[in-house]
T-cell receptor, first 113, second 114 residues
Framework: GENVEQHPSTLSVQEGDSAVIKCTYS??????FPWYKQELGKRPQLIID?????GEKKDQRIAVTLNKTAKHFSLHITETQPEDSAVYFC????????????FGQGTELSVKP | DSGVTQTPKHLITATGQRVTLRCSPR?????VYWYQQSLDQGLQFLIQ???????AKGNILERFSAQQFPDLHSELNLSSLELGDSALYFC?????????????FGEGSWLTVV
């Protein structure tokens, strides 16, 4: 079945620095790759997503890149702020599997003032 | 507010008992997904329903079952509860049953088994 690996599991950066989180997926039929942010005890919230026909997508300080050949995608956060501190999850979805998301293990991002 | 409503928010029960978690999807959404998040764990997919029918199944235990009703709300039934079932259970919904539909999560139901 589909498997998504996410690295690193923890990431600590200084305020203003950039943060990069990487994911790889196993199912070549995957075609949708969202990223969710989860604060402690809260629900996961979608922050950005990318589809397989696009290589890069940007939304203000957040960008996602996708390399279909290598089956990996990455989240880039620039000019990090303390409020970016949270757990970030990548996910993948296969068109043939009904739309369910398979999540990576999560990255705990800590932004130090 | 995502529009996905889950009840109860918190639940404490004893081992061996049975509980039912309820989810109302966003207005108009036909798909409902259930995820389990244990302490320090990721989001494990349990099961998906689309317009009343089971669409996809993950590593859901035989002690767990779910259904989606004609009004599209869903229930997750957990029986013969064990300490290891303590977790945050999320319901999520999307408009369709296909990849690429944005999936919105509810606030979750905290289950503690003692």
């Amino acid at each position: 079945g589909e498997n998504v690996e996410q690295h690193p599991s923890t990431l600590s950066v200084q305020e203003g620095d950039s943060a990069v989180i990487k994911c790889t997926y196993s199912d070549s039929a995957s075609n949708y790759f969202p990223w969710y942010k989860q604060e402690l005890g809260k629900r996961p919230q979608l922050i950005i997503d990318i589809r397989s026909n696009v290589g890069e997508k940007k939304d203000q300080r957040i960008a996602v890149t996708l390399n279909k050949t290598a089956k990996h995608f990455s989240l880039h956060i620039t000019e990090t702020q303390p409020e970016d501190s949270a757990v970030y999850f990548c996910a993948a979805s296969d068109y043939n599997q009904g739309g369910k998301l398979i999540f990576g293990q999560g990255t705990e991002l800590s932004v130090k003032p | 507010d995502s529009g996905v409503t889950q009840t109860p928010k918190h639940l404490i029960t004893a081992t061996g008992q049975r509980v039912t978690l309820r989810c109302s999807p966003r207005s108009g959404d036909l798909s409902v997904y259930w995820y389990q998040q244990s302490l320090d764990q990721g989001l494990q997919f349990l099961i998906q329903y689309y317009n009343g029918e089971e669409r996809a199944k993950g590593n859901i235990l035989e002690r767990f079952s779910a259904q989606q009703f004609p009004d599209l709300h869903s229930e997750l039934n957990l029986s013969s509860l064990e300490l290891g079932d303590s977790a945050l259970y999320f319901c999520a919904s999307s408009a369709g049953g296909f990849s690429g539909n944005t999936i919105y999560f509810g606030e979750g139901s905290w289950l503690t088994v003692v």
